[in-house]
């Protein structure tokens, strides 16, 4: 019976939960410093563990949160976590999982049986009738199929600008069933829009699966999330699903790349488990000249760049030897690159040295962003003692 309610854990997962710790280690302590309160909220949390006695989802934060207690931070703050599970066997086992670990006294652990549409959608409801506002959440939104997600929810969780939704974009099951009448409706609701039938028309799947996630990026956009990050899953040779990472803070978008840099440090965005390639900083797609070009002050001439041990070399307009240098100092690839704001330059080169170039270089390395905390507290608001009121800010 246990074998039937606990499920495999496959390359996707571990990629999924590899970027969520990482992601919720900087996360917690971060809202934590400026909010007395913060939420954890998983909207398909699943019996808690794998069938190789890997946690899930939901203990994985958990231990986030211990880890951080013991390290002395998130001592003020009540971390409220909620797991709604709609299997009534995975919620006795998450149960009981969850009974064994004795949290301290400031995590907040409730676990509620049913869906993720109604549970949040009737807690937001009840929020609105007290004129409340929920507090700073990290929500996960990780169904089976496209049913129950929709966007009309998300734009009602984004509207609070700290709390941010971690989604399982899965287009697989839209593949099977997108020109179905009964996958109309809840391909509507996903999207918020019927702009998604534009597909039908389309003669491959690769088009319309492309059509599909630029439509679901840019309807979170349009639906509260100022920055959107994705990263794919796969297992094996096989796309399983993309996750959509979206956020009203720049802080959080950085703090999301870094996650999925650590998980997939060849920087392709795409999770491959074991099948990972060695690390490199750019992926061969990325024509990083094109990005320098227009980057770097007087793009008339060469430019030797040296980017994650791979040399890179500008090509001149008109082909003439080199008399000028050039000089690195763009405000926006700064974000990017860890140069401290100052100028960074680069010696002129010939074109006869261009097979064998030992000029200096421009050295691009990924800045450790965002480690200070948000600075906006919340306003204090009574105690209620219902499960309910311990989603509101305070």
């Known amino acids: 019976m246990t074998r039937d309610i606990l499920w495999d854990r496959e390359d996707q997962t571990q990629g999924k939960h590899l970027i969520l710790e990482s992601y919720l280690q900087g996360w917690f302590p971060i809202l934590g410093n400026s909010n007395s309160r913060i939420l954890f909220i998983d909207g398909f949390a699943g019996p808690g563990e794998y069938r190789d006695g890997g946690k899930g989802s939901p203990l994985v934060a ?201 998980a997939v440090p060849d920087g392709s965005f795409q999770f491959r488990g074991h099948h990972q390639q060695q690390p490199v900083l750019f992926t061969p797609d990325v024509d990083t000249r094109e990005c320098l070009h227009s980057e770097i002050t007087g793009c008339e001439h060469d430019l030797a760049v040296s980017v994650a041990g791979q040399r890179w070399l500008t090509t001149s307009k008109d082909g003439s030897p080199i008399t000028t240098l050039g000089c690195f100092s763009s405000p926006r690839l700064s974000k990017l690159c860890d140069t401290a704001a100052r100028p960074v330059r680069t010696r002129a080169v010939a074109p006869a040295q261009r097979q064998r170039c030992d000029s200096e270089k421009l050295r691009l390395r990924i800045n450790p962003l965002w480690q200070s905390a948000c600075r906006h507290p919340s306003p204090d608001i009574d105690e209620e003692t219902s499960t309910a009121s311990r989603l509101h800010a305070r």
């Open 62 to 262: 958990l231990e986030c949160i211990r880890r951080h207690r013991r390290g002395g931070r998130l001592i003020n703050t009540e971390v409220v976590c909620l797991f709604i599970e709609q299997d009534a066997a995975r919620v006795a086992h998450l149960r009981a999982s969850l009974a064994a670990r004795g949290d301290d006294e400031k995590t907040k652990i409730h676990l509620w049986e049913g869906t993720f549409e109604d549970n949040v959608g009737e807690t937001l409801d009840y929020l609105d009738e007290q004129k409340r506002r929920l507090a700073p959440a990290f929500v996960m939104i990780d169904p089976f199929g496209v049913k129950g997600i929709p966007m009309s929810l998300i734009e009602r969780i984004l509207a609070n600008r700290r709390s941010e939704c971690l989604i399982s974009f899965m287009d697989e099951p839209m593949r099977r069933w997108h020109d179905h009448s009964a996958f109309e409706r809840p391909l509507t609701e996903l999207f918020g829009t019927a702009e998604w039938r534009q597909c039908l028309t389309m003669p491959t799947w690769e088009e319309k699966r492309d059509f599909l996630h630029a439509l679901y990026n840019r309807q979170l956009k349009h639906h509260g999330a100022r920055y959107v990050v994705q990263c794919q899953l796969w297992n094996g040779n096989r796309h399983v699903y993309t996750i959509y990472f979206a956020t009203g803070h720049e802080k959080g978008c950085n703090l999301m790349k870094q996650a999925i840099w650590k």
